[in-house]
């Protein structure tokens, strides 16, 4: 019998599905529409085990709703601007262009190995003039709308990618890419007013249904919607300084207060300018980011002031004022008060400078407290603060002390919200220019959109440090409607360009503007979206308030979430290897000889570390196209959606890879024996077995499909091959057999597709393909279990026929030697019987 030759039929159908434009989007609006949309990958060279994952498990979905009759939409398209091309093309001393248009094809040949049922025909870049001209006009048309806005700030610098970062791009104090720790930098910047939409943003979250609620947990946390109060504490100085206004959650914690602290921009600093101490202190706080996360990360520092603040609710409690580089301008009014025996940060810069530590909360009325090593940051009772205590805390006190500062007119009940308004710019040269120049009283001027887009002048390569486009004059000098301009030479940051590529699908050769509105009403929203969970604030909340801030002022659309339906899958995971120099090892260098891994070159044993997520800097990845090249794409396909739950991580093995590659052998062998049988022509068989093994099949793979449940599906084949290797051989007629295992290929097809395809050729199956329905007359079962009781104890379960009568029961009861021993010598007083279900007898 012949093997199976992975590599002539996926080629044959690969070369197939590209030549008919078999993917490509029908264009009868008329049908049901499904827009199933993957992650927008970044062309970095090649493609990765998590694209595979990613793109299979969005694959599956599309070929079974094409199949179903949706008009389904399936596009692709290179996330293509950014700072990693821009680094590399330093390094091979090239231009991005041509480094990101090289990568692109290598990747898009690789994602056609994969079969993936994607519409070429749609594809788009964010590097080209051709898309970034209309992410361009949506630029000016939110800065029209008050939307954009230019304001000189503290940002997070990266020293290392010489660059702005926003605060979603900070992780744990350090660059997203770079890793460098960040640091804090003033600058002129853009920015989005995506806090006017945080209200919205918030709310219309409960409305995602189809969203994972961790993420829904996570964009909410971000927003950060929170009630307090706005404070005004009268100071008490020589200055001219009357008083300084903080925002706060816990008013109800004044009593504990022991100092103020207040931004080093805070308009109190021009009385401290010239101080030298100052001077150095305010120098020292720049290399802190702007960020929660690298404020919590960095040492607390304060510099004293000669101020005194006065508790608005105890006058005799006067606390120092400080400046501290823990708080920011940006977030509240520039200053806080500490209560450091409730908060953590507060008790850490309270016990470095000698400050008081009183508390004024208590887990249990009347009973001794005090505070150590931890702040206590419970709920609980007001103690130490006069007609304040024993109110409970919060659900009491902090309505209440909001009411006395209300009526005291010291104080103003506030919501507030954590989310910032997106900073845009960014110092680099791989990038989309800004739409903007600036006239001689360096006033922004819109580029008009004659002149659009505003294309990156070209470059050679890349040798000098920071923006080059700073240094390009001739492209800089501009002249508008007669007036001499200088262009914006920042650029803006790739999250814009993801931020709406979804709509460009919908229209990608639309050149009036960047999207045609008929269109985008049609496939709009994307009913199915898949990515990792690593981009649930980034991505998916800036994508989130793009919709909001297009539809906001828009009579044409008013579509306010880009994603209907939302799935994170898991990471791919593998062991990583160290050598005894602690450098990483990749797996292609290691041989294994008795169950133990050595190093080929050396022949020496390697350190086995954790399975951790694939990544190019632990070299713990494997190459895609090698597995598909020794294995085939099907196995690969196969593998990948096997063993763990999509959304769960998957650890890669060889084992399973292969194991995947031996079953796909295994389904053509039981295809061959189904030919012979074909071809035997046998005469009509009653028998039913092959449509009741057809039937649980279409429906537990159209169930597990609907759910996500993939791996289940990959058990559902196992399950199935063996059933069906068990019986085909029993003299089916050949119209049954077509019949059925037509179904069983169609099944088959969104996972397997190249495999599907070639074994429905053989039986002269291909065009006009739909998804199996399910004749539920086979899936009723013959046989039923039926509850034994006696005097209501469930004595056993036997099975019998359908419908069994109650007289045919009462004789298996007789004939079976556990259950007769129940009746011996007992009279049935009554007898309790359900259909299909039970029998209880009464005895005494």
């Known amino acids: 019998m012949d093997r199976?030759?992975?590599?002539?039929?996926?080629?044959?159908?690969?070369?197939?599905w590209e030549e008919e434009k078999i993917f490509s989007t029908k264009a009868d609006k008329n049908k049901k529409k499904f827009y199933c949309l993957e992650m927008f990958p970044y062309p970095s060279g090649k493609i990765h085990m998590g694209h595979v994952r990613n793109y299979t498990i969005g694959d599956v979905l599309a070929r079974y709703k094409t199949l179903q009759g949706f008009n389904v939409l399936h596009p692709m398209g290179w996330d293509s601007f950014g700072m990693p091309a821009e680094n590399a093309a330093r390094q091979n001393k090239l231009d991005p262009k041509t480094w990101t248009e090289k990568n692109i094809l290598v990747m898009k040949s690789q994602l056609k190995k994969l079969g993936l049922s994607i519409d070429w025909d749609k594809e788009i870049s964010?590097?080209?003039?051709?898309?970034?001209?209309?992410?361009?006009?949506?630029?000016?048309?939110?800065?029209?709308?008050?939307?954009?806005?230019?304001?000189?700030?503290?940002?997070?610098?990266?020293?290392?990618?010489n660059t702005v970062l926003a605060n979603e791009q900070v992780i744990d104090g350090k660059g997203w890419r770079s890793g460098a720790i960040v640091e804090r930098k003033k600058l002129n910047q853009w920015f989005f007013k995506i806090t006017k939409f945080s209200e919205e943003l918030l709310e219309s979250l409960d409305n995602l249904k189809d969203w994972p609620n961790k993420v829904k947990v996570m964009q909410k946390n971000w927003i950060g919607k929170s009630y307090g109060c706005e404070i005004k504490?009268?100071?008490?100085?020589?200055?001219?300084?009357?008083?300084?206004?903080?925002?706060?959650?816990?008013?109800?914690?004044?009593?504990?207060?022991?100092?103020?602290?207040?931004?080093v921009d805070h308009p109190i600093a021009k009385f401290y300018t010239n101080d030298p101490e100052f001077i150095k202190f305010k120098k020292e706080c720049s290399k802190t980011?702007?960020?929660?996360?690298?404020?919590?990360?960095?040492?607390?520092?304060?510099?004293?002031?000669?101020?005194?603040?006065?508790?608005?609710?105890?006058?005799?409690?006067?606390?120092?004022?400080?400046?501290?580089?823990?708080?920011l301008m940006d977030y509240g009014l520039g200053a806080v008060f500490g209560c450091p025996a409730h908060d953590q940060r507060d008790l850490d810069f309270a016990k470095k400078y000698n400050l008081n530590v009183t508390p004024v909360v208590r887990p249990e009325k009347d009973k001794d407290f005090s505070i150590n090593e931890k702040a206590f940051t419970e709920s609980g009772y007001l103690f130490n603060s006069k007609f304040l205590n024993n109110l409970k805390v919060p659900d009491e006190s902090i309505n209440k002390t909001i009411s006395y500062l209300e009526e005291k007119n010291i104080g103003q009940r506030k919501t507030n919200f954590r989310l910032k308004d997106w900073g845009i710019s960014r110092q680099r040269y791989w990038g989309c220019p800004i739409p903007i120049a600036y006239d001689e009283q360096n006033n922004p001027v819109k580029i008009p959109k004659y002149m659009l887009p505003v294309q990156l002048p070209k470059i050679d390569q890349l040798n000098s440090v920071g923006n080059p486009l700073d240094e390009m004059l001739e492209w800089k000098n501009i002249t508008i409607e007669g007036k001499k301009c200088i262009r914006e030479t920042d650029t803006l940051d790739t999250f814009v360009d993801s931020s709406w590529y979804f709509l460009r699908f919908c229209s990608p050769h639309n050149e009036e503007y960047g999207f045609d509105t008929d269109e985008v009403k049609y496939w709009m929203p994307v009913d199915q979206y898949i990515g990792g969970v690593e981009h649930a604030i980034l991505h998916l909340l800036y994508s989130r308030f793009f919709m909001?801030?297009?539809?906001?002022?828009?009579?044409?659309?008013?579509?306010?979430?880009?994603?209907?339906?939302?799935?994170?899958?898991?990471?791919?995971?593998?062991?990583?290897?160290?050598?005894e120099n602690n450098n990483w090892v990749s797996p292609d260098e290691l041989v294994t000889k008795d169950g133990n891994k050595f190093l080929k070159s050396t022949e020496k044993p390697i350190i086995i570390g954790p399975s951790e997520s694939m990544s190019k800097s632990k070299r713990n990845t494997i190459d895609p196209e090698k597995i598909i090249n020794d294995y085939g794409a099907d196995s690969a396909r196969l593998f990948i959606l096997s063993d763990s739950p999509p959304e769960?991580?998957?650890?890669?093995?060889?084992?399973?890879?292969?194991?995947?590659?031996?079953?796909?052998?295994?389904?053509?062998a039981l295809n061959q024996k189904i030919i012979q049988e074909i071809k035997a022509n046998h005469p009509t068989n009653p028998n039913n077995d092959l449509e009741k093994i057809t039937n649980k099949f279409i429906k537990n793979i159209t169930y597990n499909i609907e759910n996500f449940s993939y791996n289940k599906i990959i058990a559902n084949f196992h399950e199935t091959y063996s059933a069906l290797n068990k019986i085909i051989l029993n003299k089916i007629d050949k119209k049954k057999i077509i019949k059925n295992y037509k179904k069983f290929l169609v099944a088959i097809s969104p996972v397997i597709p190249h495999f599907s395809n070639e074994c429905m050729e053989m039986i002269n199956v291909k065009e006009n393909l739909k998804w199996p329905e399910i004749e539920e007359k086979f899936l009723l079962e013959d046989n039923v279990k039926f509850i034994i009781q006696f005097n209501g104890k469930t004595r056993k379960i036997i099975v019998s026929k359908k419908d069994a009568t109650e007289s045919l029961l009462l004789t298996k009861i007789k004939e079976d030697a556990k259950l007769s021993k129940y009746l011996n010598k007992k009279n049935i007083k009554k007898k309790i019987f359900i259909p299909n279900k039970l029998i209880n007898l009464i005895t005494n």
């Open 4 to 16: 199976y030759n992975f590599k002539t039929v996926e080629k044959k159908w690969q070369k197939y």
């Open 289 to 327: 980011g702007t960020t929660e996360e690298s404020i919590a990360a960095a040492d607390k520092l304060g510099f004293k002031t000669d101020l005194l603040a006065i508790n608005p609710l105890d006058e005799n409690i006067k606390v120092p004022v400080y400046f501290a580089n823990f708080v």
């Open 548 to 579: 909001q801030a297009l539809s906001y002022q828009n009579n044409l659309i008013d579509i306010k979430e880009p994603f209907s339906g939302l799935f994170t899958q898991g990471m791919v995971c593998h062991e990583t290897y160290k050598d």
């Open 126 to 161: 964010t590097c080209s003039p051709d898309y970034y001209r209309h992410q361009q006009e949506f630029f000016l048309e939110l800065y029209d709308k008050g939307l954009v806005y230019r304001k000189e700030s503290y940002v997070n610098w990266d020293p290392v990618d």
């Open 233 to 263: 504490f009268k100071i008490q100085t020589e200055k001219q300084i009357k008083q300084i206004e903080c925002y706060t959650t816990r008013p109800d914690t004044l009593f504990g207060m022991s100092f103020l602290a207040v931004s």
């Open 648 to 668: 769960k991580d998957i650890q890669w093995s060889d084992e399973g890879i292969n194991s995947s590659y031996k079953f796909i052998q295994k389904l053509w």
